[in-house]
């Protein structure tokens, strides 16, 4: 979920608030190939990627990775329903390259819901953006072809192009390698 257009000052804290939200805020850096979250585990944090990229993904049935969602700068990192019900992730969280975040725990998460009350609307409205990009993803694999799903990508993600293997990249689209070695001589 990438947060460079999402502004958090229509929610009008105040100063006391403001300062109280980023104190909750704590730095974690994560080498490159070291985790965020692993399959199994509960997803005890939010984080925000100021420095790096990070991936998540899936094993299907026949152990195939299957790339879900990149993480570059100003993008929140989420195991949705994990954090939110508390419930095993059902993927991983993977740096792709030496990563810097903010992170804030479930627990401190739930002490600023109380008491600063906006930040129930803020994390609503998160989750609703987070749930409307699932929603185009979806949408996407059920109307484009897998050439127009490679072009969305290049047009979203210009700057992922160089900075993650075209096999992520496969998974990500929904095709194998040979697939999109295809689609990208076509070009």
Avoid: H
């Amino acid at each position: 979920m990438n947060l460079t257009k999402w502004s958090i000052d229509k929610y009008n804290l105040t100063e006391e608030e403001m300062k109280l939200t980023l104190g909750s805020y704590v730095p974690k850096t994560i080498k490159a190939n070291d985790f965020f979250l692993k399959e199994g585990e509960i997803c005890n944090y939010i984080g925000y990627v100021t420095k790096g990229l990070l991936r998540s993904y899936f094993y299907d049935d026949q152990a195939n990775e299957i790339t879900t969602s990149f993480f570059p700068e100003s993008t929140l990192i989420i195991a949705l329903d994990s954090f939110n019900n508390r419930a095993p992730s059902k993927e991983f969280i993977k740096a792709i390259e030496d990563s810097e975040l903010s992170v804030v725990s479930y627990l401190r998460q739930m002490e600023l819901y109380q008491l600063i009350p906006a930040w129930n609307q803020i994390c609503k409205d998160l989750g609703d953006i987070k749930i409307g990009e699932m929603l185009n993803r979806t949408e996407n694999f059920q109307t484009l072809t897998a050439a127009e799903r490679y072009q969305r990508f290049c047009k979203e993600y210009p700057q992922l192009l160089q900075r993650v293997n075209l096999g992520y990249i496969a998974s990500y689209i929904g095709v194998d390698n040979a697939t999109l070695s295809r689609i990208r001589k076509k070009k």
